[in-house]
């Protein structure tokens, strides 16, 4: 099951703010947290609150704000950052590669979000 959810952004009033379309994926027991659904179609703005590009540390925001459904928000995020234990792929390479949540987005991009720790 995929899902598509839509950001309008009530700030991009003297502008028409153009969207860009991520597809954004979630494995090895993430997907409990987002409603068990784990590929998601998210609409965002292509600029964010300050007018710069939108980065991922800004998908990362909206997603805690608006599609997580599980309220252990901190099994996902921790100290504002992605929790320790959750590999970011942008385009199948290391976030790390392309400068983490400092990445800016581009339509088209493809993120997925793995867990790496397992319980037992």
Same mark, same amino acid.
């Given at each position: 099951?995929?899902?598509t959810?839509?950001h ?10 153009s969207?860009i379309?991520i ?29 710069k ?6 998908? =990362? ?5 608006? &599609? @997580?459904? $599980?309220?252990?928000? #901190? %099994?996902?995020?921790? !100290?504002?950052? =992605?929790r320790?234990?959750?590999l970011? &792929? @942008?385009? $199948?390479?290391?976030? #790390? %590669?392309e400068?983490? !949540?400092k ?18």
């Open positions: 099951m995929v899902t959810v839509d309008h952004s009530a700030a991009a009033v003297a502008a028409p703010a969207n379309k597809k954004v994926e979630f494995t090895g027991g993430l997907e409990i947290l987002f409603d068990n659904v784990p590929k998601h179609t998210v609409n965002l703005p292509d600029k964010s609150s300050n007018g590009p939108a980065t991922a540390g800004d998908l =990362i925001s909206w997603l805690v704000e608006n &599609l @997580i459904k $599980d309220p252990r928000k #901190e %099994l996902f995020v921790l !100290d504002g950052g =992605i320790p234990g959750i970011v &792929l @942008i385009n $199948d390479a290391d976030w #790390e %590669l400068n983490e !949540d990445y800016e987005l581009k339509d088209g991009d493809n993120i997925l979000f793995v867990s790496t720790l397992h319980g037992g």
